[in-house]
């Protein structure tokens, strides 16, 4: 007579499959890590595909890939909140993917700097009639950093203002990735001088105590 199947093993070794099954999936699953480079100046193209997507654009302008392309579906991968600290903004199409986020519910805050910011063509007093909170500098340096944090996962930094001359002109370039020490030190310079930058705190006439 065969002996009784053991059926207790079985069950183990099925069991034992199965959680190895869910941890190969798991390990294929598991997201790529986020390593980018984006290189300008670009040929001018048109950027109503990615800021209005499914909407049908006659315009003459080319209707095709480009870093600027790319860097914008970045920014309107935003969810929950986009932390900007940029030197100088003029760039429509960057400003109207900011607006597009804002009126979408994510929390956007932006740091540029004090001479900059109304300058020629500039977009911050769009963005604050539009209800985006911006905060300045105060000293004498300039505010020169130039990066985003995205949703508090990503972060693009480089030379690039974002300007018209900077993405058609000049030659400039942008880093993409989500590694976790880049982001938490970006972070965590924002967040310094978004407390360093408070209104709160401006001194309007700091002489006038010396005299």
Request: aromatic content about 10%.
């Amino acid at each position: 007579m065969a002996p009784a199947v053991p059926w207790k093993l079985f069950g183990l070794a099925a069991m034992a499959v199965t959680l190895s099954l869910e941890g190969l999936l798991r390990f294929l699953r598991r997201k790529r890590p986020v390593r980018e480079v984006l290189f300008f100046p670009v040929p001018l193209t048109c950027t109503e595909p990615v800021l209005s997507p499914g909407t049908s654009c006659s315009c003459p302008l080319p209707h095709t890939d480009s870093a600027l392309a790319r860097f914008l579906r970045r920014l309107l991968g935003a969810r929950r909140s986009l932390e900007l600290c940029v030197f100088t903004f003029s760039s429509p199409p960057l400003a109207r993917a900011v607006l597009l986020l804002h009126h979408r519910g994510v929390r956007v805050r932006v740091i540029t700097d004090s001479d900059y910011m109304a300058a020629a063509g500039s977009q911050i007093g769009e963005l604050r009639r539009a209800g985006v909170v911006v905060r300045h500098n105060q000293s004498s340096g300039f505010m020169h950093h130039k990066f985003v944090v995205i949703d508090k996962r990503l972060v693009i930094t480089g030379s690039m203002n974002w300007t018209v001359q900077a993405t058609q002109t000049n030659r400039e370039n942008l880093l993409i990735t989500d590694d976790s020490v880049c982001v938490s030190a970006y972070l965590g310079e924002f967040e310094r001088l978004w407390e360093e930058y408070d209104p709160a705190t401006y001194e309007f006439f700091p002489e006038e105590g010396k005299n």
